[in-house]
């Protein structure tokens, strides 16, 4: 997976906005105003964090050499996932959905409510 083909995923997620935080060469995806991905725009190759349940990121990074402990994250709780590398695309995909949901649990239901509003009028243009 390429980091536009990782952003265009991302971007699919319900409420799921990006804006560039810390400076433009880092892209950051927020649901409910919570950060669920970051993607490196000059890393080569692409790295992305990702929130990840404890055990998982453990297991996660036992099975793949690609994936790190989270880079200026805490990294009991965040990944770093070289995109481009060998992480098969479906995996990254369950990675990404993972961390979406991690933080979709924990919001308010009308935080979540209100973003998703939000995305479908950015969608139709309004």
């Not at 799921?16 to 649901?31: D, I, L």
């Not at 409910?32 to 453990?58: M, R, V, W, Y």
């Amino acid at each position: 997976m390429d980091l536009a083909d990782f952003r265009e995923y991302c971007l699919t997620k319900p409420g799921a906005t990006e804006g560039t935080p810390f400076g433009e060469t880092v892209v950051v995806f927020k649901v409910g105003g919570k950060i669920f991905a970051l993607a490196s725009l000059d890393e080569i190759p692409a790295t992305a964090n990702l929130k990840c349940d404890p055990d998982l990121a453990l297991e996660l990074r036992d099975r793949f050499e690609q994936v790190r402990p989270g880079y200026h994250m805490n990294k009991k709780h965040w990944n770093t996932v070289e995109l481009e590398s060998g992480v098969p695309d479906a995996e990254l995909r369950k990675m990404i959905d993972h961390s979406y949901e991690l933080i979709v649990r924990q919001l308010p239901k009308s935080k979540l409510k209100r973003a998703s509003s939000r995305q479908r009028s950015a969608r139709a243009g309004h």
